[in-house]
């Protein structure tokens, strides 16, 4: 199995609401990564999670939450987004070091009314 | 400053008709180069790593080529299904440890 698997793949949430992205891999890799990637832009990096411990935060607003249940399963909380948050939310994971190569998912692409 | 650029931004090619994408660099302890294909709303795919100078990759129609300062994505009789966008992302090792920058992208279009 080589995916990092992503849901939903499309997600639509009010200003008020909460609501969870979730990222599933399974090829026992021991970094997970938060991107955010905006149209016709780069991704940009959220988190980094090593080995089940937050490595990096990229000064993201405290409405992003993530989490790190265990190895496998990285989850980005949601919570009084902004309008401007509507962006493709990918997860990544990579085999040993940070910010070696990276494996993607699809993406849940997000939409803040 | 460490700047990634790749260039050109879009580019729009005859199927058959080859090319190179570039993607120069301005960084301090380079420890790799990543290309990675991306289709529109999904993630990035990837293509290749490249460590040093004078190394080549190869995949069906395309071959990365690295230099010191920039790599090359070179497309050989392209068909439409090679259009997306292509992102070379450098690894590199720093003094707050190791760190990928992406550059901003090719968006390719390959035509009948």
């Known amino acids: 199995d080589t995916e990092v698997t992503q849901t939903p793949k499309h997600l639509v949430m009010g200003m008020t609401n909460k609501k969870s992205l979730k990222c599933e891999q399974h090829m026992g890799h021991r970094a997970m990564y938060w991107y955010k990637q905006k149209a016709k832009k780069p991704p940009e990096l959220m988190f980094v999670?090593?080995?089940?411990?937050?490595?990096i935060n990229e000064s993201v607003p405290s409405r992003f939450s993530p989490e790190c249940p265990n190895s496998s399963l990285l989850n980005l909380h949601l919570h009084a987004l902004q309008p401007e948050d509507s962006a493709l939310y990918l997860c990544a994971s990579s085999q040993g070091g940070i910010n070696e190569k990276l494996f993607f998912g699809s993406g849940t692409q997000l939409s803040v009314l | 400053e460490d700047q990634v650029t790749q260039s050109p931004e879009a580019l729009r090619l005859q199927e058959g008709e080859s090319s190179s994408l570039n993607c120069s660099y301005t960084?301090?302890?380079?420890?790799?180069l990543f290309w990675y294909r991306q289709d529109p709303g999904k993630g990035p795919e990837f293509l290749f790593t490249?460590?040093?100078a004078g190394e080549e990759k190869e995949k069906e129609r395309l071959k990365a080529t690295l230099t010191k300062k920039e790599s090359f994505l070179h497309i050989t009789a392209p068909k439409p299904e090679d259009s997306a966008t292509y992102l070379c992302?450098?690894?590199?090792?720093?003094?707050?440890?190791?760190?990928?920058?992406f550059g901003t992208g090719t968006q390719l279009k390959v035509e009948l």
């Open positions: 490249l460590y040093s």
């Open positions: 992302a450098v690894y590199q090792l720093t003094g707050g440890g190791n760190k990928l920058t």
């Open positions: 960084v301090s302890g380079l420890r790799g």
């Open positions: 999670y090593s080995y089940e411990k937050l490595s």
